[in-house]
């Protein structure tokens, strides 16, 4: 079969058709994949039947698999590998919106999330797009973000989750805040996008604390915005991949039967105003 890629919002999101993922592709459609990733920022593959092994060889040719320290562990086989698992009687990790570790210096570049188990109903996932967030601000107002900072920590993280169970013990630490800037330059589609989210992002430097606290929920409220998104229903042996550079995400939390994902993450690099 031949890979076809099939757009499904204006702004976000692309599903990748006539391709068995597993299979070890050749350079020049592996090529084709991560142009319509970078094109479309999140893209989604269905019935592929991907084994752990196969997950990880996948993710390598993305990046280098970053190392979790958040989520727990997928088995015993690889420490970059992440267990998502619930059944609607915890609180689902990443149901608000956020960019993934914006806490970390070096932000993941991406994900690669694969189901195995799904809901009979229930349990998306919304990305949302941060180039059309910037892009769709009024220029007066994108110039004066694009000189500004903020500072991200995993306190906000560690409050939520704190006492379910669901997280590594390393993910309640609250390390010092790292400083990243509230635009960002894209580092291979060369795009501005938003780079502030509600989970990590704690004040804007410079601001006083009423101004920070205004601009940020203004950018939040902003950043929801349906034209920006695009809704993915999950199915068992789907595939999700996404570019966390330039996009958040928000896992709803409205089901009551087991859901169980894997996951890893690509390592990225600062981002660079």
């Known amino acids: 079969m031949t890979m076809t890629v099939e757009k499904l919002a204006p702004a976000i999101g692309a599903e990748i058709h006539g391709l068995d993922i597993g299979q070890q592709e050749d350079a020049a459609t592996f090529e084709r994949l ?62 608000v919106w956020h960019a993934d570790n914006t806490d970390f210096e070096e932000p993941p570049m991406g994900a690669l999330l694969y189901c195995e188990v799904a809901p009979s109903v229930g349990g998306d996932t919304i990305f949302a797009s941060m180039y059309a967030a910037y892009e769709a601000l009024n220029e007066a107002t994108r110039a004066y973000l694009d000189k500004l900072t903020a500072l991200h920590d995993n306190s906000n993280v560690s409050r939520r989750y704190a006492g379910q169970d669901i997280l590594r013990d390393s993910a309640m630490a609250v390390p010092a805040a790292v400083e990243h800037p ?22 804007l430097v410079g601001l006083s604390d009423t101004e920070s606290h205004h601009l940020l929920q203004m950018l939040f409220d902003h950043i929801r915005r349906p034209e920006f998104q695009v809704r993915f229903r999950w199915k068992a ?37």
């Not at 998502?84 to 689902?92: P, Q, V, Y």
Request: aromatic letters at 8%; a positive charge; hydrophobic letters at 35%.
């Open 34 to 95: 991560h142009e319509a990733l970078m094109e479309h920022q999140v893209i989604f593959l269905r019935d592929q039947t991907l084994s752990v092994d196969q997950h990880m060889s996948l993710a390598r040719r993305f990046g280098v698999p970053l190392y979790s320290k958040k989520l727990k562990m997928y088995g015993n086989a690889y420490d970059s590998m992440s267990l998502l698992e619930n059944d609607g009687t915890k609180i689902a990790v990443g149901s």
């Open 182 to 203: 509230v635009v960002h330059r894209h580092p291979v589609t060369g795009r501005k996008a938003l780079f502030v989210n509600s989970n990590y992002t704690m004040r």
């Open 237 to 273: 042996n789907s595939l999700a991949i996404w570019d966390n550079r330039c996009t958040q995400h928000y896992a709803l939390d409205d089901y009551n039967e087991l859901r169980r994902m894997r996951r890893v993450q690509i390592a990225g690099t600062r981002p660079r105003a």
